[in-house]
């Protein structure tokens, strides 16, 4: 980022913590001009035009990242792609909130474990596993691309056993992206260059795989592999020559490092194999001269080692040395080294056979890291379809994994269109559906959302514990996995292509930037209200809770209003203002749901269903009661809500709201007015009429006597 922008105090704050992250750049790190002669000069093009046409502000964020890589590669600048530009509204947008709620990587917890991308993941690669995350990450908005997607799932479903066999293969290919990253980046081992060779050889495997299905199952249209799957299929093509040479050069499994050595085959290169010879004859030269050693000195310890310090060198044991420093001896062994339980000796003979072990180690060392650097080269040359093979590759596996995931849970695929429909039969939510079966839950209950033009507004009423907020999260879900080119969990469902996903769902304080928990359930509320448009999916659950009651009805009245009558989105509103169902007369697009509940013996039974119509209660003290609260608690807030019923609170409320020209068709008529309670005046007009600060302590004893006279009224 602008370094400049760290002047500005908003800024720090709301990157305080994240100095790990984030690198400031200077103001010159941000020119266009230079953004555009750095590129230029990567691709050693004269003009940039067969890229694209780049803004000055896109010149210049190159600009920014070309020198961030140069200063911290260190003058190795990896392989890029060459750049493009992603269409304006090519992908569907979803801000930082809605992935939070949503819990697409991570729970609210900070845990993947429990995230839709951890749940569904099926894929066997680690490339697999990325794309599919990218997918999620970035649903397309475009009908043909994301048609491309499900026909390769769709191919991969009804093909069972191609499904089968490839992800049979896809169990023994390497990270081919990550292989050659760090190839290109000076920073691989022979064991990246088995990982290429290995890939290849399993991307020939699939590509045969691919032929072979594709021969005997005619494909979806009996005409051939679906058209992912075949670009796919093209990708892993073309590499015999490379799996060849990686094949014949590098052995089964090579060391970690390849200053280690032995990493080149037998056969590969006759120099090689000379002086490899050379070497390991050299050292069976030593092992002989030691048994010359010891028959000629009558010393069976005798040994010779090898260290860092010293070399080849003679061990003998301590109370072994005087013999060998002693004629005859003494001329032929030159000791070296004294220690407390041994001494160390050399020769003529042994150094002059350690030089040549040495040379002859050294050269076979140097002689495999020029090949290792061809072999690097080589691979450079073919890296960008290299890189479309790896591609390929994760390709497969994650449209072969969202099969199995389809097949496994029994997803359908979804109908995708350019209108503004959403209409899903049979919903359900796929990470609790899943935590359902593994605890052996009883299945999870399906409901219908049907968000047409005439009723593109779901009022969502009910209790808590009810389902409220699962029914809202699963239908986003289900947006995303749809355009993300998944079969999604549902019996049917047919998605108008959504733009944008918001969700506000749950509660959280941001106490880093002073923010209350209602403060900021009203920013992203407003970011909501200022930026859906009528293509948008929008969840709303529980809007205004975080404030007073008549404060919170109102904020959630307008934005329903809002969303129905200026953002027009397809949206599902979840509150417990059971007054807003009031709103039915005069929202035309607005539908009533509640959530199915059954009271018995004074508890209540959730059925987790979705009905029409607007719930009556809220059942608060009946979730109250099964999370734990004492039973006086909750004895005493029954009689509470007894005598605010009894009271007449809701009739107040309501007349209240009969003030507004919103409520009017719904309020009730005024209610009676009570009759005058003349006791309470009385007691009024004393309070009234009296002084506290004149009043003696004896007079204040009499005034409170005199109060309660009044308050018991005339006999």
Request: with cysteine; proline share 4%.
């Amino acid at each position: 980022m602008a370094a400049k922008l760290l002047d500005d105090s908003d800024v720090r704050r709301l990157l305080d913590g994240m100095a790990d992250v984030v690198s400031p750049l200077p103001a010159g790190s941000w020119d266009s001009l230079g953004g555009e002669r750095r590129l230029k000069a990567l691709y050693g093009v004269a003009s940039l035009d067969a890229f694209g046409d780049f803004s000055r502000a896109e010149l210049a964020a190159f600009d920014a990242l070309l020198d961030y890589l140069e200063s911290t590669q260190k003058g190795r600048m990896p392989r890029l792609r060459p750049p493009g530009q992603r269409a304006r509204g090519s992908v569907m947008l979803i801000d930082a909130a809605t992935r939070r709620s949503l819990e697409l990587a991570r729970t609210l917890a900070g845990e993947s474990k429990g995230s839709l991308i951890a749940t569904i993941d099926c894929t066997i690669t680690g490339a697999g596993a990325r794309a599919q995350a990218a997918r999620l990450a970035a649903p397309l908005t475009d009908l043909a691309l994301i048609e491309q997607r499900l026909d390769a799932v769709d191919h991969c479903v009804k093909v069972s056993d191609l499904r089968a066999d490839l992800r049979t293969d896809l169990r023994a290919a390497p990270d081919l992206e990550r292989a050659l990253s760090r190839l290109m980046l000076d920073r691989g081992t022979p064991r990246d260059l088995a990982a290429v060779r290995d890939a290849l050889r399993v991307a020939a495997e699939l590509c045969d795989r691919l032929n072979r299905g594709s021969a005997a199952d005619g494909g979806l249209d009996d005409h051939g592999l679906p058209v992912l799957l075949d670009r796919a299929q093209k990708a892993l093509t073309g590499h015999a020559a490379l799996e060849d040479l990686l094949g014949r050069a590098l052995v089964a499994d090579p060391p970690a490092l390849a200053r280690d050595g032995g990493f080149i085959t037998k056969g590969y290169d006759a120099a090689l194999d000379e002086v490899r010879t050379l070497r390991d004859e050299s050292r069976r030269l030593i092992a002989g001269l030691e048994a010359d050693y010891r028959r000629d000195t009558g010393l069976n310890a005798l040994k010779i080692k090898h260290n860092n310090v010293l070399g080849y060198h003679i061990d003998v044991p301590a109370k072994a040395a005087d013999l060998l420093m002693q004629p005859p001896h003494a001329q032929r062994f030159i000791h070296r080294q004294t220690l407390a339980n041994a001494v160390r000796f050399s020769t003529t003979e042994l150094a002059g056979l350690a030089a040549e072990i040495n040379q002859a180690g050294d050269r076979a060392l140097a002689m495999e890291q020029q090949m290792f650097d061809e072999l690097v080269a080589r691979i450079a040359d073919h890296w960008h379809e290299l890189m479309a093979c790896a591609q390929a590759l994760a390709e497969i596996d994650v449209s072969a994994a969202l099969a199995e995931r389809a097949v496994i849970d029994r997803w359908a695929r979804p109908k995708i269109s350019e209108d503004r429909a959403f209409d899903i039969r049979g919903g359900r939510h796929p990470v609790v559906e899943a935590a359902l079966r593994k605890e052996d839950g009883g299945p999870f209950i399906a409901n219908d959302c049907d968000l047409g033009p005439d009723q593109r507004l779901w009022l969502v009423t009910g209790p808590n514990m009810a389902g409220k907020s699962t029914f809202l999260r699963q239908n986003a879900l289900i947006a995303i996995l749809a355009q993300a080119g998944s079969f999604v969990p549902a019996e049917a469902a047919h998605i108008g292509i959504v733009d944008r996903l918001f969700s506000r769902v749950g509660a959280s304080d941001d106490l880093a930037q002073g923010r209350s928990t209602f403060m900021v359930e009203m920013v992203e509320t407003a970011a909501i209200l200022n930026q859906a448009t009528d293509r948008s999916l929008v969840i709303l659950d529980e809007i205004g809770r975080g404030t007073a009651t008549f404060d919170g009805l109102s904020i959630a009245w307008a934005a329903v209003e809002h969303l129905h009558d200026v953002n027009r989105s397809r949206a599902l509103f979840a509150t417990h203002y059971h007054e807003m169902s009031a709103l039915k007369v005069r929202l035309s697009s607005l539908a009533l749901r509640s959530m199915r509940v059954k009271e018995w013996r004074g508890d209540v039974v959730f059925l987790h269903e979705v009905t029409m119509g607007a719930a009556d209660r809220s059942y608060g003290i009946q979730v109250a009661s099964l999370a734990g609260l004492p039973k006086a608690v909750i004895n005493r807030a029954r009689q509470v809500l007894d005598d605010l019923e009894a009271s007449g609170e809701g009739a107040r409320t309501r007349g209240a709201l009969g003030d507004l020209p919103l409520f009017e068709r719904s309020a009730a008529s005024p209610a009676t007015p009570a009759p005058k309670d003349e006791a309470a005046s009385a007691v009024l007009d004393a309070v009234r009429t009296s002084n506290p600060d004149e009043l003696t302590p004896k007079q204040a004893h009499d005034l409170v006597y005199h109060l309660k006279s009044l308050s018991q009224g005339p006999y």
